[in-house]
């Protein structure tokens, strides 16, 4: 029986330690009273000239002018310059607080200050748990580092993590940068920040958006997926998902990339893209393309890779492998694309060829490798391709084709017909993004079927040969030939004209290759 007496009163004098372990205690205070009918239960605690309201509850150290001690309930209220101190790394000022010792649970009010070792927080009214170690505002706060000032409607501080929850209107500034969210988390220590709402990041030279993401503001890098772009060098980047460095001056994207280019009217797509802003460059791959703006007729590019290299006024972009161009009246394809922005020319350029491989190929075989123009119904090809826009009006202004040049049109009337026109240069001219006019210069050749204007029946084919050839477009279709010094040649009729001199060495109808819309880009 008196084991159990011991066993039992050892059991409650630790019930009775543990209670008072959790008991508030009053350490000093300038006066002592009660009064029951002004302040039923409570004791009340002020301060004289020489000593301060002092109370203690388990590590925490609260200092006030007066208070309202309810033994009771284990709680009180201060006012009057009220500080807490817990440990050597929070500080916590107020006008008033309550707090509740079971609960261990404080509200603050009054010009609220709360400094920890990394940063300060000023509010109007301040909730802390200590069981959970975490503080919380619900109507606008201030929190201040060394460089840092925040603002938010909500925060919530989590002790353990050094981490603050910010919710509703929230403005960060720092000298080098601004942030703007609608909720975000910031780590104190590392200075780390994630986004889980509508963010909008400005620092000197670039401004970025997204809808959850994360940001490192001391390395400045982060990055940023659901809705993010990138304001950069005269760059908006768009992507599902978009990395960006500041000190390396580089941003990064995967998945539905587009880069446009607000200076010179460029959008640049693809699911891969690299940014160097010191170099002024952009890459992009993965069924990449791009799209030049013209009026409300625009030039899509699709390439393997696509770069954009230099700065704004003097831009250029290259693409490599299997280019494909589309506009409503013209296509065309080439193993190399570059667009000089600063000049207006567009070149479409055939890989090079060896001495050796130039030697042995037939004139049908480079033609099926060089680069081919569709403009309309007609087909032209050579060794390189150049198309001129307008800088003013920034029309198409005219077309060249250096070496090999050869021009197709498709006979409307005969089943298998092909008007035929080859020199060593072509030279071409448009108005109103239309081609109005063709000149064949040097060692031209042409074959051109002749119908009779009233029945339409064929009269001959006319193989002719002189120094130049000018066309006469009109409708997208040949209106009138006109040869130029000594022309040589003669009108057959077509059963009289052998089959293979019914075309032109070189000759090679590409019509299964021809872009017939922007969505046959990516046929391949």
Same mark, same amino acid.
């Not at 506009?327 to 000049?343: H, V």
């Given at each position: ?19 008072? *372990? ?345 033609? *099926? ?156």
């Amino acid at each position: 029986m008196r084991v159990y007496i011991i066993v039992i009163s050892l059991f409650c004098s630790g019930i009775i330690q543990s209670q008072e *372990k959790k008991v508030i205690e009053i350490k000093q205070a300038g006066s002592f009273d009660k009064n029951e009918n002004v302040n039923p239960g409570a004791n009340v605690l002020r301060k004289n000239k020489d000593t301060r309201v002092h109370l203690f509850h388990e590590g925490m150290n609260i200092y006030s002018d007066y208070a309202l001690f309810y033994k009771a309930s284990n709680s009180f209220k201060a006012n009057g310059n009220v500080v807490v101190k817990q440990g050597d790394s929070i500080t916590m000022i107020s006008e008033n607080l309550d707090y509740d010792g079971n609960k261990r649970k404080i509200v603050a009010r009054g010009n609220v200050d709360f400094t920890n070792k990394e940063t300060n927080l000023k509010t109007d009214i301040l909730f802390h748990d200590r069981n959970l170690k975490e503080f919380f505002f619900l109507n606008g706060g201030l929190i201040k580092d060394s460089v840092t000032l925040i603002r938010s409607k909500e925060g919530r501080y989590f002790q353990k993590q050094s981490k603050y929850k910010f919710k509703k209107n929230v403005f960060i500034e720092n000298p080098n940068y601004t942030i703007k969210s609608d909720e975000l988390d910031y780590f104190t220590k590392s200075e780390f920040t994630f986004f889980y709402g509508p963010t909008k990041i400005v620092g000197k030279d670039y401004e970025i958006y997204c809808e959850n993401g994360f940001y490192n503001t001391i390395e400045k890098n982060g990055y940023f997926n659901k809705n993010s772009k990138i304001n950069y060098n005269n760059r908006i980047i768009k992507g599902d998902s978009l990395t960006f460095d500041d000190k390396k001056k580089f941003a990064l994207g995967v998945d539905n990339i587009t880069i446009t280019d607000t200076i010179n009217k460029t959008i640049i797509k693809g699911n891969y893209a690299e940014v160097f802003k010191l170099l002024d460059s952009a890459m992009i791959t993965r069924k990449s393309f791009a799209i030049k703006i013209i009026d409300k007729d625009s030039l899509f590019i699709k390439a393997d890779s696509l770069f954009a290299v230099g700065p704004a006024n003097a831009r250029k972009i290259k693409g490599r492998y299997n280019v494909k161009i589309f506009k409503s009246n013209m296509s065309g394809r080439s193993d190399k694309i570059l667009i000089d922005e600063q000049s207006g020319i567009t070149k479409l350029i055939r890989n090079k060829i060896s001495p050796k491989q130039t030697q042995i190929m037939t004139q049908n075989e480079i033609t *099926k490798i060089n680069p081919v123009l569709w403009i309309a119904n007609n087909q032209m090809t050579g060794d390189e391709i150049h198309i001129t826009r307008d800088l003013k009006t920034n029309d198409m202004d005219s077309l060249k084709i250096l070496n090999n040049a050869f021009v197709i049109e498709k006979d409307t009337l005969g089943l298998n017909n092909y008007n035929q026109m080859k020199g060593i240069t072509l030279l071409g001219k448009f108005y109103k993004n239309n081609l109005k006019t063709v000149n064949l210069i040097q060692n031209t050749e042409m074959v051109y079927y002749l119908y009779d204007d009233q029945t339409k029946e064929l009269v001959g084919i006319d193989k002719a040969i002189c120094s130049s050839i000018n066309m006469d477009i009109e409708n997208n279709a040949i209106k009138e030939i006109t040869f130029f010094t000594d022309p040589e040649g003669v009108v057959s009729p077509e059963k009289d004209l052998e089959e293979n001199l019914k075309f032109l060495d070189g000759f090679n109808w590409r019509i299964s290759e021809k872009i017939k819309n922007k969505n046959k880009l990516f046929d391949d």
